[in-house]
């Protein structure tokens, strides 16, 4: 009887996996969105640090507004560099963040001050000034803010 009723779902489980011509190892369950907010910000930013964000472009330019260019680096243009950190409610940092990309530094040693300086950047910014309700929507979600920095002449992305 068990050696009957196994045969049966290994039938039914390949007679599935045929009539869709490739057999899925998620099921028929629908693949979550994306956790990590992803944001592109160019810095420096003009004007003052906003009192309260309540959307995501305005958590992205709270968050960049003390980056400045590292000295020694203020001269160079396409500078590039992905931090990745997680918020609280309260908009303060999770953990460590990560430098997950950096680009535009001549040599290693240029790439160390560029990191210091972001991260340097972030602690200065933090916590962040969240409404309640964004602070409810981003707490622990992974946050990936790219920060891009022309040069002193350059504008726009």
Known sequence: MRARLALACLAAVCA???????????????????ETLRGTVQVPLDGDRPAQVSTLGALYRALAACWTAPEGLRKLEGLE????????????????????????????????VLVRATLRSIAACTPAPVTEGLGRAVAGRPLALRFVYRGPEGRGI
């Not at 490739?22 to 994306?34: C, E, K, N």
């Not at 560099?81 to 040693?109: C, K, M």
Request: charged content about 20%; cysteine-free; hydrophobic content about 35%.
């Open 81 to 112: 560099i992905t931090a990745r950190f997680a918020l609280r409610r309260d908009g303060s940092v999770i953990g460590t963040p990560r430098i997950t990309f950096a680009a535009g530094a001549p040599g290693p040693e240029a790439r160390d």
């Open 16 to 34: 599935g996996a045929a009539g869709e011509g490739r057999a899925s190892p998620y099921g028929s369950y629908p693949l979550a969105l994306p």
